[in-house]
């Protein structure tokens, strides 16, 4: 079966660079989530999207940008990139639908290294 | 806002024996949806077990299955007959299914089962 796909896998960037992140959800899935986990901890949420519409916000710097497309895709645009950006980036994909099975599918992740 | 509490940041447990990681949780909703997600070395987040808030019955994966005592708020999640590949760090989750936050996942600190030959 199709899962949630991330690219890149493994990301190494200087302070003050820019990177961006893709997400592919699984085919039909209609809402796309952006978390963020730092060492030892829980992941974060960031950001989601249903029908390529924004749908929540959570601890998101101003510096990171996300969007949907039409395609159902999704990408995060982190600028200005800080140490503390260091993590790992998941992508989760679901159907928003009452008569879904409620979980959220996870990519793989995407490792970001800051230097 | 709804919060997550594992207070257990660590058990351990030989192959073969029962394991049971507790969570509670803070919601005044009555709809929504509790999971355990397990994250293995390699980092990807697997479902282990869903429980529907509606369901009295506890839901039962195999060697997994949940106490979920609604009125206490609590969620808990036993293993049983442990293996070597059950070693990894298990988050308890809610997910809200009121319209204006439906999809979030909220994440306790997680618990980091260690399993012994």
């Known amino acids: 079966a199709a899962g949630v796909i991330q690219s890149p896998r493994h990301l190494i960037k200087e302070k003050r660079e820019t990177a961006t992140l893709k997400c592919y959800p699984i085919?039909?899935?209609?809402?796309v989530y952006w978390y963020q986990q730092g060492p030892g901890q829980d992941p974060q949420f960031l950001i989601s999207f249903y029908e390529k519409m924004q749908s929540d916000k959570g601890s998101i710097p101003d510096r990171f940008s996300a969007q949907q497309f039409s395609d159902y895709h999704s990408e995060l645009n982190m600028s200005s990139l800080e140490l503390g950006d260091s993590a790992l980036y998941f992508c989760?994909?679901?159907?928003?639908?009452?008569?879904?099975?409620?979980?959220?599918?996870f990519g793989e992740g995407s490792r970001l290294t800051v230097l | 806002a709804q919060t997550v509490t594992q207070s257990q940041p660590e058990m351990s447990v030989q192959e073969a024996e029962t394991v049971t990681l507790s969570c509670t949780y803070d919601?005044?909703?009555?709809?929504?949806?509790l999971f355990w997600y397990k994250q293995p070395p390699s980092r990807q987040m697997i479902l282990v077990i869903r429980q529907e808030a509606y369901k009295q019955q506890n839901a039962t994966e195999n060697r997994f299955s949940v106490n979920f005592q609604k009125a206490a708020k609590s969620f808990s999640l036993k293993i049983s007959d442990s293996q070597l590949g059950d070693a990894a760090m298990y988050f308890c989750a809610y997910r809200s299914m009121t319209t204006d936050s439906w999809g979030k996942l909220q994440f306790g600190a997680g618990t980091q089962v260690v399993v012994t030959p």
């Open positions: 989760a994909s679901s159907q928003a639908s009452k008569f879904a099975t409620g979980e959220l599918f």
């Open positions: 919601t005044s909703e009555s709809d929504y949806y």
């Open positions: 085919p039909r899935h209609d809402t």
